[in-house]
């Protein structure tokens, strides 16, 4: 039902940053929690950070304190700042939307921290 439309990835080095986007379809957006996820070669898709229809974030332990998360409603957007970048954090970045049981996921948008 809902389309995500991540961007914003790209090559980066460590200590870089890089912010990303995802673009979301529907009228009802300001209902969605809304999170990233990514997901390296061979391994688990893992949350990365999550945001809240009233505005709560939470974040996985390996990025708080240089990842942050916000939305704008009335863009119908969700955004990841990312900050102090590290080559572990190279992975597929994936927007997620969910409402109630329901769930979206964008295409993702390729991450690559390397020197």
């Known amino acids: 039902q809902v389309q995500l439309v991540e961007s914003g990835g790209g090559l980066v080095q460590p200590g870089g940053s890089l912010r990303l986007s995802c673009v979301a379809s529907?009228?009802?957006?300001?209902?969605?929690?809304m999170s990233w996820y990514r997901q390296a070669p061979g391994k688990q898709r893992e949350l990365v950070a999550t945001?809240?229809?009233?505005?709560?974030?939470m974040y996985t332990d390996f990025v708080k304190g240089r990842f942050t998360i916000s939305r704008d409603n009335a863009k119908n957007t969700v955004n990841l700042q990312m900050n102090s970048l590290k080559p572990e954090d190279t992975a597929v970045y994936y927007c997620?939307?969910?409402?109630?049981?329901?769930?979206?996921w964008g295409q993702g948008t390729q991450v690559t921290v390397s020197s």
């Open positions: 529907g009228s009802i957006f300001r209902l969605y929690t």
């Open positions: 997620k939307s969910r409402i109630g049981y329901s769930e979206n």
């Open positions: 945001i809240e229809v009233g505005g709560s974030t």
